[in-house]
Nanobody, 124 residues
Framework: QVQLVESGGGLVQPGGSLRLSCAASGSIFSIYTMGWYRQAPGKQRELVANITSGGSTNYADSVKGRFTISRDNTKNTVYLQMDSLKPEDTAVYYC??????????????????WGQGTQVTVSS
């Protein structure tokens, strides 16, 4: 029905930058909130940032001032610009979307969808 494909992870030195992208595709009627979560080894998955369809944003305290979330509604894509990266930002980053999918005719079903995850490693 709906797929989320992430890109942009990798290895970066402390203080460096990375930009993650996540494109949604499939039988999409409407996308509500899109966001990024992360999970470090031995830790629970946590919210990094999210953005509503209207552009309102929300950030974890640990990334405020360093990360910027944005989205292009015409491309069903969400971005995460990560600057001033720290070793503690190392994690698998997952894209999330709250989507109303087209099933058949006028039938819609709203669900949460997740990407496959992309590794971000901050190390010298």
């Amino acid at each position: 029905q709906v797929q989320l494909v992430e890109s942009g992870g990798g290895l970066v030195q402390p203080g460096g930058s990375l930009r993650l992208s996540c494109a949604a595709s499939g039988s999409i009627f409407s996308i509500y909130t899109m966001g990024w979560y992360r999970q470090a080894p031995g830790k629970q998955r946590e919210l990094v940032a999210n953005i509503t369809s209207g552009g309102s944003t929300n950030y974890a305290d640990s990334v405020k001032g360093r990360f910027t979330i944005s989205r292009d509604n015409t491309k069903n894509t969400v971005y995460l610009q990560m600057d001033s990266l720290k070793p503690e930002d190392t994690a698998v980053y997952y894209c999330h979307a709250d989507v109303s999918a087209k099933i058949i005719g006028t039938l819609r079903v709203r669900n949460d969808y997740w990407g496959q995850g992309t590794q971000v490693t901050v190390s010298s």
